[in-house]
């Protein structure tokens, strides 16, 4: 008997074991997952934020929980089902799929770029409710979060791509839990970051109203801080989203059987990589130095053509427009022309008697000694 409760409780053991390491290969594939994502991730903590400017201050965080909310129905309920039914019957697809995803985010960064130098216009930011920043009514807050959960599906896209591609070779069961994990994860942390930078100046006034010196100054340098955080967000964002992207073309286009970019990069990460201590870090700058270079490249090409359609669309609806003008114009004179019999010019001769009569403006033509008074003589 003792021995039955002995070897059921090394049964008990060794499924505690299976689980800790199946969990233990759930947390780092979650983990790898998340890391690959990160410049997305950072893409969409830094754009959150302007959803909610000009917000009233008490809705602020009622917004974000939408949105999140939001979020988090995309990711699970929508990117997650269809992905993972493309991963397992038609992963042949993943790549291009990937690359596609990457050549957005190519495109967004070298667009920010762009803008930052003047060459394009920026994009138009969320409306305002008002002048004095309130809250006008229900529709005008569900329009704030439908714009934001549209522009969030774009990229929760591709976050779970991205983390999909680095768990491909699990099984499916461990593959939808560790999307999930990833999905919750990032969902959480982006939305409770947006959260803390959205109230970090109220944050600060409220710290600068206390009687302690140094509670005040810390409260008037989280204040000052939150414009360069943004700022700072944004940048890094961009580098992070050109890096991502960039990497994605680099493996996607080895993977499609373009050998020579990843190889020409390859060849310059062995050199550094072997050295002793630091060769890790250095092969992954290598990497991720020409990774950036290339999504630059590759983004600008691309938005260099959606630009240069763009312009071309609107000239043509700038010409057509000009054309119905110029038609319009012509028609004018035609349609005012003043009829050239006497009739007309008696009756402007007759108007023009009966000013005195009438006053200022055009005159009815109806007194019978105006009219007839011509014809009589």
Known sequence: MAGGLFALLDDVAALVKLSAASLDDVAAGASRAGMKAAGVVVDDAAV??????????KRELPIIKRIAFGSLI???????????LL????????????????????FEGAEKIFEKFGWVEHHEEPKKESKHGKKGDGDAEKKIVRSAITTDFVLSCEIMVIALNEVASEDLLPRAIILVVVALAITIGVYGSVALIVKMDDIGLHMAQKEKASTQKFGRFLVKAMPKLLGGLSVI?????????????????DELGFHALYDFVHHLEEPVAAIAGVGGILGWLV????????GAVWGGIVAGIAIGFTALLKSG??????????QKDDEVPVEKAPPADDSADS???????????????PKPNYAPRQSKGPSES
């Open 48 to 57: 959150t934020p302007k959803f909610v400017e000009g917000v009233n201050p």
């Open 74 to 84: 995309n990711k699970m309920l929508i990117i997650l089902p269809i992905i993972l």
């Open 87 to 106: 991963s397992e019957f038609l992963p042949w697809l993943l790549t291009p799929l990937l690359m596609v995803g990457g050549t957005y985010l190519c």
């Open 237 to 253: 964002g961009t580098f992070a989203m050109l890096w991502v992207g960039g990497h994605i073309i680099l493996v996607g286009t």
């Open 287 to 294: 990497n991720t130095f020409f990774s950036l270079i290339l």
């Open 317 to 326: 609806n700038k010409n057509g427009k000009d054309t119905d003008t110029v």
């Open 347 to 361: 009756s402007s001769v007759a108007d023009t008697s009966s000013t005195a009569d009438h006053g200022a403006g």
